[in-house]
């Protein structure tokens, strides 16, 4: 025998061919034509023997799981707790009937894949739901997030320090980043409560403000007012003084016209002489007499309008003077009335201010929100000191 004979005679005996024939089977892709026409063969197989109600099967237990086993229902979820056990190994069960038709790699892909890809978001809120809420039941661990922390800011003041540690110490944020949170929610809180206060403290502000305002209004317009009746009072004043003044000049004048007649009628007669007697008509003695007599009557007049005059320059500054007084107390009761009800104004916006200066509240809430980070950041063993 040939050695060509013998190496064609142990290939047949061995069941296996060359090395190199697999490598060209494998470069020329023989191997996977090979392996796809198989894979192909077993779904027709698959296909045409079980169906598509093999495939249905699969979901009808999560629709019915009493098709395994009755079972109440419990009332909080749709699924009794063994029905989950059963329906896992039903789906186990189904993933090794479909590795037996179509290998172990297709049938565990085929079932154990879909169900955690495709099947994931449609058993999210009742499958793993149920088994979510039953989990949780005994040992549920979600730990808070940063809303928990603002949401405790807000209240920081009526919780006790180590229940809040024990709340914000599994937050996955950093220190100072719930420490960011705790101080927002303090914000809000303190936002809400001093918002009262601030509008009233406002609105009295306001109301000063308006009481003080209206009476300078008002005593503006009564200014323009009274100036016009100044105005036209003085005017009749003065006429009425004027006329006073003429009326007694004039009889002044008169009389002092009439005495200058007289004067110059005697000056006249005392100067011509009588015909008959060859003698001045009036005397000297007689002519000294008459000077005398209206000398007196001029002083007399003079006199009169010196009076005249005092009595014009009294009523004037009487007058003035009234005046002026009534102008200062109007304004006097106004500047009064104003300090007044400033005083009681400022007083009770005072007595706010202080009531929100003393309040304890943003003093109590920095300190407990300080030390809630000085615990949080001994845990970590970072965080920056605020101190």
């Known amino acids: 025998m040939s050695e060509v004979d013998k190496a064609v005679l142990s290939v047949f005996k061995s069941g296996r061919l060359p090395q190199i024939f697999e490598e060209i089977a ?41 098709k395994i086993v009755q079972l109440p229902i419990p009332k909080a979820i749709p699924y009794h707790p063994k029905h989950i056990a ?19 790699e297709i049938g565990s892909e085929c079932i154990s894949e879909m169900m955690s890809e495709g099947m994931s978001s449609a058993l999210e809120s009742n499958y793993n739901a149920s088994l979510q809420t039953i989990l949780n039941v005994w040992k549920g661990s979600l730990p808070p997030d940063l809303s928990v922390a603002q949401a405790m800011g807000m209240r920081i003041d009526h919780i006790e320090t180590k229940y809040a540690t024990s709340i914000l110490a599994p937050t996955s944020a950093l220190p100072y980043t719930i420490l960011e949170a705790l101080i927002q929610g303090a914000y809000n809180r303190l936002s809400q ?34 100036v016009n009746t100044l105005v036209f009072d003085a005017q009749y004043f003065i006429e009425r003084v004027e006329n006073y003044i003429n009326t007694a000049c004039s009889i002044i004048l008169e009389r002092l016209t009439a005495r200058l007649d007289d004067l110059e009628a005697t000056q006249n007669r005392h100067n011509t002489t ?36 005092q009595e014009v320059d009294q ?11 009534s102008i200062d107390d ?28 003393s309040l304890p509240l943003p003093s109590n809430i920095k300190n407990k929100i300080k030390e809630l980070y000085e615990r949080i950041r001994a845990y970590r063993q970072c965080g920056f000191d605020y101190k």
Not at 37 to 60: C, H, M, N, P, Q
Request: proline share 2%; glycine share 6%.
């Open 86 to 104: 059963l329906i896992f190994f039903a789906t186990l069960k189904k993933t090794i009937e479909s590795s037996a038709y179509l290998g172990e």
């Open 193 to 226: 409560l001093y918002t009262g206060l601030d509008n009233s403290v406002s609105n009295t502000l306001t109301i000063k403000n308006t009481y003080i305002t209206s009476p300078l209004t008002a005593f503006g317009e009564f200014i323009t007012l009274l």
């Open 330 to 357: 109007i304004v006097d009761t106004i500047i009064n009335y104003m300090n007044k009800f400033e005083d009681c104004a400022n007083t009770l916006i005072n007595k706010q201010a202080d009531v929100v200066n």
């Open 26 to 66: 494998d470069f020329l892709g023989a191997k996977d034509v090979g392996e796809a026409l198989s894979r192909y063969a077993r779904l027709f197989i698959l296909e045409k023997t079980v169906g598509e109600k093999w495939l249905r099967d699969i979901f009808s237990v999560f629709e019915n799981p009493n």
């Open 274 to 309: 009588d015909p008959a007697t060859g003698g001045k008509i009036i005397d000297d003695e007689t002519y000294e007499s008459m000077l005398t007599e209206i000398k007196a009557d001029v002083d007399a007049l003079s006199d009169v309008f010196n009076e005249i005059k």
């Open 315 to 325: 009523l004037i500054n009487d007058y003035v003077t009234e005046f002026g007084n």
